[in-house]
Every structure is written in C-alpha cells, then in structure tokens.
C-alpha cells in the first residue's frame, strides 16, 4: 500500500481505497470526498495500478485487473482530423507520447502496458501447474479501432505500436518449439495513407520519425460534423465506419503453415484447436456430451434439478413434466427460436434447474435436456421424496427413459433431438464467440505441450 498512495497520508489512502476500489466510487467522486484534485487522486491511483500489476503472483485464483474506469489512455497524445487546408501542409504535426499512458514508467520503474499486461498474463499462465496441458491467451489491442473511430491518427499508430510490443513480450516468454502465436484482426477500418489530402474527405498530415510527411486520410463518417473545418477542434463525432478490405494474418509456430497470409475467418477455429489438440470436428464436439447426466438433488437450499457433462454443446433446451397429469408442463427452458438459442453451457461446471416449491412428494416427474448441437438428449423419470430436514441432502438419480422421443412442450420447443448444426453451422457457432471478441487487430497466443499424436 505504501508504494500504492506514497504521496497521500495513511488516512487519505485507506479511505481512497475504501471509495474508489471497494465503493466503486468516480475518480472526481472519490476526489471531491477525500478532499484532494481529481489530477492527484488519478495519479495515485495509476501509481497503484503499476505496482499491483508488477506484484501479481499466482495464487491459484483467477485475476481480474479493472485499469481504468472507461477506455485506457493511448500511447500518444490525441490528434485531429480535418477537411482539406494547404495551411495544414505548412504545419504537420508529429504524434507526442501521452502522460497519461499506463506504459510510462513510474520512479519505481514499474509501468502497466499492453506489453506489461502479456508479460504478466503469461507468467501467471505458467505458474499454473495446468498450463503443462496447455493454455490460451488472447490479447486484444482494442483501441485501435476506436481511435480509428475517433479519427485519432496518432492514437491508433500508438495503439498499433503498443500491440507490436505485446507481440514482442510474448515472443520473448514462450518457445515457439510448442507455441503457436496468431496476429490478426476481426475487420478493416476506415484510415489510408495517402500521397495527398484528399478533397473529400478528412485527413491528417504527420512527421513521421524519419522526419518525412504522412498524410492519413478517413473518409466513412456517415454525417459531416462541422467541427472538421475547425483546425482547433477537428473531427469529434466518433462514427468512423468499418471497411471490408482483406486483413492480414500471420502465425509462427506448430500449426503457423495453416496460416498463409489469407485465411477462411472459420478456419482460425480449427487451426486453434488443432494447436490445442482439441476436438475440432463436427462428430468430435458432439462426442464431448456423451457423458452427460441429470440427478434431483434436495437439500436445505430446495428441490433442483442438477446437470452436467454437455461439452459438446454452447446451450441445452430442458422441461421437467408431469406424466401423471397430462405431461403438463412444471419447467422449462422456453421455446427454442434458432440453432443457438437455449440456456448457454457451463463447459465443465454442474447447471441447475430450480424445482423448489414445483413437486408433490411421491410423484414422478420427468425431466428432458436436450443439447442443442450435439443433439444429446438426458430423460429421466425421478419420484419426488420428502422434502430435506436441517443440513440433510438427497441425490436422487433416477431412471433412464429410453428413446423419449420427440417430446414437445407448452412452449412450443422440441425436447428431443433437435437442432443439430451441420459441419458449416457448427464451426461458425464456435468461432463467433473468438472473433466478436477482437476489436481491429488482436494477438492470440496458444501454447500446447504433450499433444497426442
């Protein structure tokens, strides 16, 4: 703590903490209470942030390190994009570090840049005695693409820089032996560099450190902002758009020669868990909810019903009926309106259906899970027992139906096999949750020891 808040009393410190870190109060906030400027609290508390970041040691514990209370600050100063001026040629402007970065380092020469954070991220991945089976690591330089947004041009180079960074510090950590690093991006975007400012659309002209001029042009905002003919203010509206031009991949490592400059987007799937060793084929993913298992658990908590093992799945459809009474509906997970839809797998965890208050002792229900992409269905028959006394508890697991059938309930799903994605289907539903996660360009890191051959 003392290295966290050096320049504040021991009182101002633990009531700083007290307000920002466990209230989740406002810098300004905590700054207005504490009596102190909002410049003094926010360097103290980026003071903390360098030296928590630093003195991470693995625990066993997942970490969770919150930076900032919105975006970080870039690497380079913001700077500003407007129309087309042959004043702005006689004055190029050349991109000026940020005070404000997390990558400067403090008298402690501690600092928290992207390049710190995969430093970081990979010891605390190695210390892990799990990573001997492998792990993966994604690193996302995600304020290129908002500066690009912005029309920043300084901000993305510096971000673009700080990506490379990372790059390097992971390079720097891992055997490539049997490691495989992938560099890419989810989309193009809207800046050019081109010989001259064009006329129709914004631009800014740079020194670059060569001391030759670059001119970055943007020309996707869907309105003209009247700032952009302002020189002082320049372009602020932040709805740069998206472009659809090819983006570039490469890869090093076991694996990399799947990656040849250009890639089908689902591909990355497949060359990611083929690096993992894990299953990557549509029969191979639904094999992984072979295993699957439902049990009626009562306890001083309620009445719930307790599933696990549908790996092979990204969700399940469940009922729990009364065959007594018509197959009236008592649960369920609602209607099923696409291929995805349904309550999202846990992998490896235990899921619960809450039956508390639903059963009648001695009566026999039937529960019904169906997983959505393997087409996996559990349906089991429990006779409901007496509810649980004090700290007593009860695994009740039932019996097996056989061939259940297509069982459809009140809501209209289909509790049987239903579904199933074919081989397309399937890889795009594992890879979207990987790919909407990279904003402009993004490092993923895999590392895979003792793969089975």
Same mark, same amino acid.
């Given at each position: 703590?003392?290295?966290? @808040? ?33 410049? #003094? ?7 903390? *942030? ?7 040691? @693995? =625990? ?41 970065? !997390? ?102 002209? !740079? ?27 320049? @372009? ?8 659809? #031009? ?19 987007? =689902? ?13 990557? #084929? ?5 094999? *992984? ?75 026999? @229900? ?33 019996? #097996? ?53």
């Amino acid at each position: 703590m003392g290295t966290c @808040y050096s320049h504040l009393s021991p009182d101002e410190r633990i009531r700083i903490e007290r307000l920002h870190c466990e209230q989740g109060l406002s810098v300004r906030e905590t700054a207005r209470l504490v009596g102190r400027d909002k410049a #003094t609290v926010s360097r103290e508390l980026k003071r903390g *942030l360098w030296f928590a970041l630093n003195a991470l040691e @693995y =625990t066993g514990k997942p970490v969770l390190a919150l930076m900032a209370e919105g975006n970080l600050q870039t690497q380079f100063a913001p700077s500003v994009a407007t129309k087309k001026d042959p004043a702005k040629d006689e004055d190029p402007i050349q991109c000026a570090v940020n005070p404000d970065w !997390l990558g400067n380092k403090n008298a402690n020469g501690n600092s928290a840049s992207l390049a710190d954070m995969t430093d970081k991220a990979i010891d605390l991945l190695q210390a892990n005695p799990k990573s001997r089976n492998g792990f993966f690591l994604q690193v996302e330089g995600a304020s290129i693409d908002k500066q690009d947004h912005n029309a920043n041009a300084c901000g993305q180079i510096g971000e673009t820089d700080d990506l490379d960074k990372a790059i390097s510090a992971a390079l720097k950590k891992v055997d490539l032996k049997d490691t495989l690093i992938i560099v890419t991006a989810d989309h193009a975007h809207t800046s050019q560099i081109v010989n001259e400012p064009p006329a129709y659309a914004l631009s800014t002209i !740079l020194v670059n450190k060569l001391g030759e001029r670059m001119v970055v042009s943007y020309g996707t905002a869907p309105s003209a902002d009247p700032d952009a003919a302002d020189p002082t203010k320049g @372009y602020g509206q932040g709805d740069m758009e998206h472009t659809g #031009t090819q983006l570039r991949i490469a890869a090093s490592g076991p694996g990399a020669q799947r990656v040849n400059g250009l890639t089908d987007q =689902t591909d990355n799937f497949f060359t990611i868990a083929n690096a993992l060793d894990l299953a990557e #084929t549509t029969d191979q993913m639904k094999t *992984l909810s072979d295993g699957a298992d439902a049990n009626l658990v009562v306890d001083e908590k309620g009445q719930r019903v307790e599933f696990s093992g549908f790996n092979g799945d990204a969700s399940v459809t469940y009922t729990v009926t009364d065959p007594t009474n018509g197959d009236a509906v008592i649960a369920t997970s609602g209607e099923a309106t696409d291929p995805v839809s349904g309550v999202r797998v846990r992998t490896d965890q235990t899921m619960s259906i809450d039956l508390t208050g639903k059963l009648t002792e001695g009566k026999t @229900y039937r529960v019904t899970i169906t997983g959505r992409q393997s087409g996996k269905v559990v349906a089991k028959d429990f006779q409901a027992p007496a509810a649980a006394a004090g700290d007593d508890s009860q695994v009740v697991p039932g019996e #097996t139906v056989e061939n259940p059938g297509d069982n459809t309930s009140a809501a209209g799903q289909q509790t049987g096999v239903a579904g199933v994605l074919d081989k397309t289907g399937s890889a795009i539903a594992a890879v979207v949750v990987l790919i909407a996660a990279l904003v402009s360009t993004a490092l993923a890191l895999k590392t895979v020891k003792g793969r089975r051959h």
